[in-house]
Structures are given as C-alpha cells and as structure tokens.
C-alpha cells in the first residue's frame, strides 16, 4: 500500500497492538521531517540548523504543538517552511488517515485489521464508517484551510503583495486549523491584536479544528441539538463555557494591567482578550506579549491549556470531554447518585474511571516535568516553567520566554513531553502495558477513608 501504510502499521507483521504502531508511526515522522530540516537546504543561511534544533522543530510540527527553540520565519528556507508545513498537515489529519487515501487511490482493499488501526488514530467509538470518516476528515481538513486562506490572502495582499500573501495566508491556514501555532511573523500574531478579519480568521480555524472532526459531521448530518451525540453536546456545551469563561476573567484581570492591555483600544482589549482565552485550546499563536501579563492571567492560561481541545482534533490536553466526565462524576458523587447521567444519557464507570487515569497521568507528567525543567533550566521563575510543561503536554505552542532560553537537555525534555501529549496518555499506557487477563478470582470488599 506504499510507504506511509507501512509507517502507519497497516502491516501488521509483528503483532504489535494499534497504539504502540501509532507510537512507531509518529516517530518515524518525525524522524524523517528532523533530517529534512537538519539539511543545510532548509536554513535561510544555507548552513544546518543542527539535529537538535531540527529534531525540536519536527517534532514540534508533527505534534501540532507551536514551540520553537528558532524563528520559522527567518531561520528556515522555503524549502525548511514547506517541510514543517507538510509536517503539520500530518500530523494534525493523523499519518493513518494518509495512507488511507493512498490506499484507496491505489485501489486497494481496507480490511478489519486496518479498520482497528484506523479507529485507534481518529478516536472513533465504532468501527463503522470508518472509511467515509476519513475520506469526511480529508474534505473538512482542506475545505476550512482553503476558505480560512482565501480570507487571510484577501486582508494580506494590500501590505504583503498576492503573491507573499498567498503563501502567508495559506501557512497560517494550514497552522492555526491543525492547532500547530507555527507563524511566520517572529512576534506570532502581535500586529493584528485589533484586527477583526485576521481574528476571526484564526480564531475560527483553531476552534474548529480543535472541536475535532466527528463533533463538525455529527453537527452537519443532524442539526439539531436534540439529535447530537452526547459527545457532540458535551463538546460544544464545555468548549462555549471555558471560551466564555476565559475571555471574562482574562478580561477582567488584564484591565488592571496596564503592561499588556494599557495601549489598546476598547475594541483591541476585547479582541485581545477573546484571543488569549480561545488559543489556550491548543492553538498557540497570540496576539499580546504573554510575558508582560500578570500571574494570575498565566496561571488561568495553564489551566485552559491544560484541558485543551476536544477527542478526535487536532489540538492536546486532557481534552473537553475529560473534563466534563469528571465534573459530572464529581456532582453525582456530591448529590449522591449511584448512576453518573447527563442530557438524560447514563456514563458508564469504566468511562469515569479512563477519564480519571488521564488526569492523573496527565497532571503527574507535568508536574514531573515541570520538576526536571526547573533542575535543567535554575534561574528561571517556576510558573514559567510550569507554563511550558502544560504548553509542551497540551500541544499549545506558547511561551512566556522559556522556548528559545533552552538548555541541550531542556530541549530534549520538552520534545518528550510533545510527543507524550501528541500521542496521549492513555495511548502510551496502552503501548507500555502488557495485556493482562481480568482475575476470576473474587475478593471481599472493603470500607476506605476518602477526604
């Protein structure tokens, strides 16, 4: 089936599970993308970047992420750009969902095997219609780029050209709908803090992107809210709520500061505040100097980033739906309900227990990186690295000074913790675990203390 079926597992020859060939499929991206940008070709000075710094960037790209220990803009050829430009349209659609389409284009069969595979890359709960999943993805992916780019071109040419502009607007397409991050301007998106076409532009293609693919054709095959999956409506209800949310506390709190928002107009301090809470879910570009914002605000942010964007997107985090399964566990377990329902649907303990691992996992391996930067990165304030931890965990791409101050190892630490968030929590668990068969052995039970 070609080259990228083989990356992505659909041969199966050593039995290797779905997550631990989607592991296996990431790397060898990445790899390849890191010694494509590691040639001297791909630097705007005709001299190699260096293998770490082309590694950190590659796997930067194919993660989604948006953190750079170099400027895209200036520090990279073309050539360089168009490499990172492929390696985020990768790595946001899913490798798998390539070889799919070549597959099909070279006429050959899907099979159930290469269904499991498929339905572990796109987050699928059935192995259903998995085919016109990803051929759905496909149109989505290039419909919204194409529409977001055209939009972009169109404010851009007046000051870049047609040309530059073209190409601009359709990197920040590509970027911001794969919630990657990746700009081409050295100071991301600082100059249209108050424009309303380069906003919502953005915005919309971040937002989208991150509510993930099978919210945008349940929404588009029902529509109709009583018709919507429940996790259709959990997304759209907790993705409104912390947009909302940010965008009133960022607000409220950066009104007081005058560092940030003292220079803006009325109607730039509310586009600069819808901003900075809206690109918390994953997408990484900003439009204000994020190290000049208070605490409290950065603090809020890592909590955003944390939980990030939705199941089966583009963006990281624990995602949306995690967290509402566990407000609402958390609610039932206060009310006192033995049954955990919402919207008159009933979540299953082994959900409520998978959403709670992820947590934990997820927090333990921030706060653990967090740790080994503050070892490899002393002089630097804890919250900033905190900051990096959850941007680097979530896919974000934001930083408050930490990226480009990397030491070797601190480079290093960060790449891993990319790649962790890229592929999940679970899904490395899954990977790292050997399979174990449930005990019929049954045991007495037993009153534990909580709280």
């Known amino acids: 089936m070609g080259a990228i079926m083989d990356i992505a597992g659909l041969r199966n020859k050593r039995g290797l599970n779905p997550h ?66 492929l390696l985020i349209q990768i790595g946001g659609m899913g490798f798998m969902a390539y070889g799919v389409i070549i597959a099909l284009l070279l006429g050959k069969r899907i099979g159930l095997k290469h269904r499991v595979f498929i339905q572990e890359s796109t987050k699928s709960t059935s192995i259903k219609g998995l085919v016109k999943l990803v051929k759905a993805i496909v149109l989505i992916t290039f419909s919204f780029e194409a529409a977001g780019a055209a939009l972009l071109w169109l404010r851009w040419m007046p000051e870049l050209g047609a040309g530059q502009a073209a190409y601009y607007a359709v990197f920040h397409a590509v970027s911001a709908f794969n919630n990657a991050g990746f700009g081409l301007w050295p100071d991301s998106l600082v100059g249209y803090a108050g424009d309303p076409i380069v906003n919502l532009a953005i915005t919309s293609l971040f937002i989208m992107g991150g509510i993930g693919f099978i919210v945008i054709v349940d929404v588009y095959r029902k529509r109709s809210w009583s018709r ?59 439009t204000v100097d994020l190290t000049g914002m208070l605490a409290a605000s950065q603090f809020l942010m890592i909590f955003l980033m944390f939980i990030g964007a939705s199941s089966g997107s583009t963006g990281g985090g624990i995602k949306t739906n995690t967290f509402m399964v566990l407000l609402v566990a958390m609610y039932s377990s206060i009310r006192g309900r033995r049954q955990i329902h919402v919207f008159n649907r009933r979540i299953s303990t082994e959900i409520v227990l998978s959403a709670l691992s992820v947590i934990i996992i997820s927090l333990g391996l921030v706060l653990t990186v967090s740790f080994l930067l503050s070892i490899t990165e002393a002089g630097q304030p804890f919250l900033s690295l905190l900051f990096e931890a959850t941007s680097a965990f ?6 408050i000074g930490v990226t480009p101050e990397l ?13 962790a968030g890229r592929l999940g929590p679970l899904t490395l668990a899954y990977a790292l675990a050997s399979r174990q068969r449930d005990s019929k052995i049954g045991y007495p039970e037993e009153k534990v203390l909580i709280g």
């Not at 030491?407 to 790649?419: D, E, L, N, Q, R």
């Open 20 to 85: 631990q060939w989607t592991i296996i499929g990431f790397a060898a991206i990445i790899a390849a993308g890191a010694l494509l940008l590691a040639l001297p070709v791909s630097s705007a000075d005709g001299e190699s970047v260096g293998l770490l710094d082309a590694l950190f960037t590659a796997t930067s790209a194919v993660c989604v992420t948006g953190l750079t220990v170099i400027d895209t803009g200036t520090s990279f050829s073309l050539f360089g750009q168009y490499v990172i430009m």
């Open 228 to 286: 919507f999956s429940l996790h259709t409506k959990i997304v759209l209800l907790i993705t409104a709520m912390l947009s909302g949310g940010g965008f009133l506390v960022i607000l409220g709190l950066e009104l007081l500061n005058p560092a940030v928002f003292g220079a803006l107009s009325w109607p730039e301090k509310l586009w600069a505040a819808y901003f900075q809470s809206v690109t918390t879910r994953t997408a990484g570009f900003n």
């Open 407 to 419: 030491s070797p190892i601190g480079k290093i630490i960060i790449i891993c913790t990319m790649f």
């Open 394 to 399: 979530a896919t974000v791409g934001m930083t």
